[in-house]
């Protein structure tokens, strides 16, 4: 079983920063990508940044210059540093992870229980 965990959530003014975090655990042999998803009220849900193995990244537009996605060197924990907050930022960010695991070697697709961020204007 693998199993993400999040954390920094919460309510900042528009401006503002947060960083949240995403740490990977179980039976996990390696890590392909890792990144984060968001969902706003009545809206599908979105990628926001992915991160590879090979440390290549992918952002959305409307992130672009504001947000940064990293990992830390063991390649289980992600982070997402959001700057220059605003309005339309506010929704509930997932973490998702592929992942192999181990024993099996077979790959599995892990989504975080997400976390509230709310920017007020």
């Known amino acids: 079983q693998v199993q993400l965990v999040e954390s920094g959530g919460g309510l900042v003014q528009a401006g503002g920063s947060l960083r949240l975090s995403c740490k990977a655990s179980?039976?996990?042999?390696?890590?392909?990508?890792m990144g984060w998803y968001r969902q706003a009220p009545g809206k599908q849900r979105e990628l926001v940044a992915t991160?590879?193995?090979?440390?290549?990244?992918v952002y959305a537009d409307s992130v672009k210059g504001r947000f940064t996605i990293s990992r830390d060197n063991a390649k289980t924990t992600v982070y997402l540093q959001m700057n220059s907050l605003k309005p339309e930022d506010t929704a509930v960010y997932y973490c998702?992870?592929?992942?192999?695991?181990?024993?099996?070697?077979?790959?599995?697709?892990?989504w975080g229980q997400g976390t509230l961020i709310t920017v007020s204007s």
């Open positions: 998702h992870a592929g992942v192999i695991v181990a024993v099996t070697l077979g790959y599995l697709e892990v």
């Open positions: 179980g039976s996990i042999f390696s890590i392909d990508s």
């Open positions: 991160i590879t193995s090979s440390d290549s990244t």
